[in-house]
């Protein structure tokens, strides 16, 4: 029952990898300002920050996204960089569209270049060429959802590869199993993750769980085992 860290903080989170964001109000300013800390209570990351982001949660558990991303006041505009976990500035702070560099998962963070978004690692590099109009996070599984248009989705990979070029109208991407269903028009299909057809898109739906797949055609359902 003794304590650990004091009771010095205005907000608290809870730990997850080993840190946890806490915070401190000021006076005549409103929010918090927000740092990080181990489980000694050390300050890892100061409370210097609008904002901090450092961990995802995915299947049933809370991930290292890589590096955390932390939002702070500018001289003319909010500015965005990003820390390792030892509290060491790996990629320096940016003024300017804060939505426009966004946290990590799963090692990579989704940037907006020049009209267009991409990926960058974590050492800053941008290793997927910022050329789509609108991008996922790598969040769930090695593969994200991309497009270049309100209807032109496809799938890429974490290395840079198109999987799934932009033809399609809608993707979804199956989270464990790596499958995507994909709609043309008005009816569904489904490519693994190797980009290779598995169902043409004659369906007016699909279910997918677990290697197998409910079709839909007309009112009638069917069961087909993948």
Known sequence: NNV?????????????????????SRKGEQGFWHGMIDTTGKEVIPTEFLEIEHAYYSNGQYRDAGLIRALK????KNATGYYNYAGELVIPFVEGANEDFRAFYNG?????????????????????PAT???VADFSHSDFAKVGRGVK?????????VEVLPTNF????????????????????????CL???ILPCLYKNIIYNEGRFC??????WSIWGY
């Open 4 to 24: 650990v860290i004091p009771f010095i903080y205005d907000v608290a989170l809870s730990f997850e990898n080993g840190l946890a964001i806490v915070g401190h």
């Open 169 to 192: 109208v809608n993707v979804e991407i199956s989270t464990t199993d790596g499958i995507f269903l994909v709609q043309e028009k008005k009816l569904w299909g489904a490519y693994n």
């Open 195 to 197: 980009g290779e057809e």
């Open 215 to 220: 079709l839909q055609e007309g009112k009638l």
């Open 108 to 128: 990579l963070a989704a940037v907006k270049q020049k009209g267009g978004w991409g990926y960058m690692n974590n050492t800053g590099e941008m290793v997927i």
């Open 152 to 160: 032109n989705h496809g799938v890429v990979r974490r290395d840079g």
């Open 73 to 76: 006041r500018g001289t003319l």
């Open 132 to 134: 789509y109009a609108w």
